[in-house]
């Protein structure tokens, strides 16, 4: 019960960054590839530090969403 909860929390989280990430872009205030750059450091940071494994995870489900060809310009 608990393990669904979380799985819940977690994709409204990345469902709320994903419309982020998107208005971002379409905006004109990052370039994708800027916020891929963004993500791929503070992934690789993440994965050095104590408490990232858990945060590494969850900046690479953003780098997979990132990837997807719907989100391309």
Do not use: W
Not at 3 to 23: C, F, H, S
Not at 31 to 58: D, K, M, W, Y
């Amino acid at each position: 019960m608990n393990e669904d909860r979380t799985a819940k929390l977690y994709a409204g989280q990345m469902g709320i960054i994903a419309v982020l990430v998107n208005v971002l872009i379409d905006k004109g205030v990052i370039t994708e590839n800027e916020l891929r750059e963004r993500f791929e450091q503070a992934h690789e940071a993440a994965s050095r530090c104590s408490g990232g494994p858990g945060v590494a995870i969850v900046l690479e489900d953003m780098l997979t969403y990132l990837a997807r060809p719907a989100n391309k310009n």
